[in-house]
């Protein structure tokens, strides 16, 4: 059977389980092993793991990243996962849980340049790289041996070695025959894995697992499921595409394929980006429109400096809020043109934001773009506002000048905090 040391790379068609070369253990082995050519890569515990290759002392410490005790974990150690910390749990909850956990502000600049790092590191590989998240990407590496002299596998192993040693951050790698299945592999040994689902056996895999384990399955729809007697993806898969749309609609036929292991998907590296957004969590409540509009300015200039670095423009605002009571509300308007100004998408979200301040104490605010335009359609001008360039100008200055000296270095009125009024 066909084997691989992730450790010093060596490979060799007659499977071994220690290393003949170094003696590691660390060995990857399975008949579709060289065979095989789609991946999911996911870096360990991304934000967390960059925090602590730059703050070596914190190596053996439960690290959460977040922010305030009104915020949520955006991202945690393995450590600290130990003591049952999440992604998305509360701070109050996570301190909780993790009393003596470092808590560390998250550093996005930071993270979005060591994730195009990553990103880079992938697209030498193969030209077929869909990237899912900042830290997150499937990989097609068919037709590319000839290229590298190598299967999918070893060219995989010398990218999680390289990432290792070039980046300082550790990644976990799926390898199976669509991207579903390659998904579920990179799950399946995390942190530092590499685990293969091969097409023959990926049915039998899922059969015994329970239907929450499918992506996009969440606790409602598993709920669902279960009520209908489908506590497992076996039971699930079971089902005709005329039956499964019977039960569950349209997405039904779709549903019981993937429970199954079957996924036609394709990796598209120009995947459209359907949103773009920023949202904030409140150190304390906010109930008036006056109080909330400061966060919402200052969440309209960083969504709009996100739309410039991807190149996009906002063809409609969405604005988002969340009560006390983790209520979630949301309410969406479309823009007379495209924009990338902070200006535009703030007096598009102001008026939305006044139908909801009511009194309701909320916790958190958010503004979206969507649906998205490309950036060169965006501030043209026209006769009914002939001023959107030069306002364009202007911001480009503004942003130029934070660039240079800081963010301070030019702050809006309505941009400052106000003093809490309710």
């Given amino acids: 059977m066909p084997a691989l040391c992730r450790d010093c790379l060596h490979a060799a068609e007659d499977g071994f389980a220690r290393c003949p070369s170094c003696g590691s253990r660390r060995v990857v ?42 915020g949520v974990v955006a991202a945690c150690c393995y450590i600290a996962r130990t003591r049952g910390v999440r992604s998305a749990m509360p701070m109050f909850k996570a301190l909780s849980a993790c009393p003596d956990a470092v808590v560390i502000k998250p550093d996005m600049a930071k993270y979005v340049t060591e994730g195009r790092r990553i990103r880079a590191m992938m697209e030498a590989l193969t030209p077929l790289v869909q990237p899912l998240s900042i830290d997150e990407a499937v990989l097609d590496l068919s037709g590319t041996q000839a290229l590298h002299g190598a299967p999918p596998a070893l060219v995989l192993a010398r990218f999680a070695a390289a990432v290792e040693r070039e980046v300082g951050v550790t990644v976990s ?14 799950e399946r040994d995390k942190p530092r894995g590499f685990a293969v689902i091969g097409a023959d056996e990926a049915a039998a895999w ?8 499918l992506p996009g399955v969440g606790p409602a729809m598993a709920k669902r499921l ?32 993937r429970a199954r292991g079957e996924d036609s998907r394709r990796v598209d590296p120009s995947r459209e980006t359907k949103s773009v957004s920023a949202e904030t969590t409140f150190e304390t409540d906010m109930t008036t429109q006056a109080a909330l509009e400061a966060p919402l300015w200052r969440l309209c200039e960083k969504l709009a400096r996100r739309l410039k670095d991807k190149d996009l423009a906002a063809a409609g605002v969405t604005l988002k809020l969340k009560t006390a009571a983790f209520a979630i509300r949301t309410r969406a308007a479309r823009l007379a043109q495209p924009t990338t100004l902070p200006d535009v998408l703030f007096a598009a979200a102001r008026p939305l934001l006044a139908r909801e301040a009511d009194g309701t104490a909320f916790r958190l605010i958010g503004i979206g ?19 959107a360039p030069k306002r364009a100008a202007r911001w480009a200055a503004v942003e130029s000048l934070r660039a240079r000296f800081g963010e301070g270095a030019v702050v809006r009125g309505r941009g400052l905090p106000k003093p809490p009024r309710g």
């Fill in 29 to 70: 082995t399975h008949e579709d092993l060289f065979a095989l050519s789609v991946a999911h890569v996911d870096c360990d515990a991304f934000y967390a793991s960059v925090e602590k290759r730059d703050r070596p002392e914190l190596l053996t410490r439960p690290v959460i990243v977040g922010g305030g005790k009104r």
């Fill in 173 to 186: 790698i799926g390898l199976a025959a669509n991207r579903l299945m390659a998904k579920l592999a990179a």
């Fill in 206 to 213: 899922l059969a015994p697992q329970p239907v929450s384990l």
């Fill in 226 to 257: 279960q009520a209908a007697g489908f506590s497992t993806l076996g039971q699930l898969g079971t089902l005709s595409p005329r039956d499964a749309a019977a039960r569950f609609g349209e997405d039904g036929p779709a549903l019981a394929a």
């Fill in 369 to 387: 773009a969507q649906p998205l335009a490309p950036a060169d359609q965006a501030d043209r001008g026209d006769l009914a506002d002939p001023e």
